[in-house]
T-cell receptor, first 112, second 113 residues
Framework: DTGVSQNPRHKITKRGQNVTFRCDPISEHNRLYWYRQTLGQGPEFLTYFQNEAQLEKSRLLSDRFSAERPKGSFSTLEIQRTEQGDSAMYLC??????????FGPGTRLLVL | AQSVTQLGSHVSVSEGALVLLRCNYS??????LFWYVQYPNQGLQLLLKYTTGATLVKGINGFEAEFKKSETSFHLTKPSAHMSDAAEYFC???????????FGPGTRLSVLP
């Protein structure tokens, strides 16, 4: 069990650029979640996959955001035309059951 | 809609003193409740959870929490604080299996020597 991994750990980009983050869940976990955490706040839910199916999306996930989990294993979160307000920590979590979520270390995004 | 409040964005205790971090929730159905800890520049680590059964839940690192339905609370306690407990603590609720978590705003715990 190597835990949930996320890459990159840090990303600095200019406003208007596209960025993509990757999350590798714990092996055999069929559920995968994305959250966003801004400074001084708790994580906010973005979207959720069960296997390859995206079952739930938050209103926070504007049309500039897209997430995929093509083979039910790793997932990617893409932000198009980044804005300064997108600067945050993006957290990924996975779970084998309906309860406990195991979190990765996060990707910290800074949009200049 | 579910929500979580954590009273006190910052709590300071002396090493060896009791730690009490407060969490209150609102939920239309019996919730599942969690406490997570976050160290600087790291992800969230599960401390403990309540789903069903015994309302006093013991977790890692000597922490425990008690689910009180009548008070809609799930406060986190530890009898004796250690310097290594300094971190951000988040209370979270989920309404049902497979639902996303709703997190509180967090409480930063400082432990003074």
């Amino acid at each position: 069990d190597t835990g949930v991994s996320q890459n990159p750990r840090h990303k600095i980009t200019k406003r208007g650029q596209n960025v993509t983050f990757r999350c590798d869940p714990i092996s055999e976990h069929n559920r995968l979640y994305w959250y966003r955490q801004t400074l001084g706040q708790g994580p906010e839910f973005l979207t959720y996959f069960q296997n390859e199916a995206q079952l739930e999306k938050s209103r926070l996930l504007s049309d500039r955001f897209s997430a995929e989990r093509p083979k039910g294993s790793f997932s990617t979160l893409e932000i198009q035309r980044t804005e300064q307000g997108d600067s945050a920590m993006y957290l990924c979590a996975s779970s084998p059951t309906e309860e406990t979520q195991y979190f990765g270390p996060g990707t910290r995004l800074l949009v200049l | 809609a579910q929500s979580v409040t954590q009273l006190g964005s910052h709590v300071s205790v002396s090493e060896g003193a009791l730690v009490l971090l407060r969490c209150n929730y609102s939920s239309s159905v019996p919730p599942y409740l969690f406490w997570y800890v976050q160290y600087p520049n790291q992800g969230l680590q599960l401390l403990l959870k309540y789903t069903t059964g015994a309302t006093l839940v013991k977790g890692i690192n000597g922490f425990e929490a008690e689910f009180k339905k009548s008070e809609t609370s799930f406060h986190l306690t530890k009898p004796s604080a250690h310097m290594s407990d300094a971190a951000e603590y988040f209370c979270a609720v989920s309404r049902n299996y497979g639902q996303n978590f709703v997190f509180g705003p967090g409480t930063r715990l400082s432990v003074l020597p």
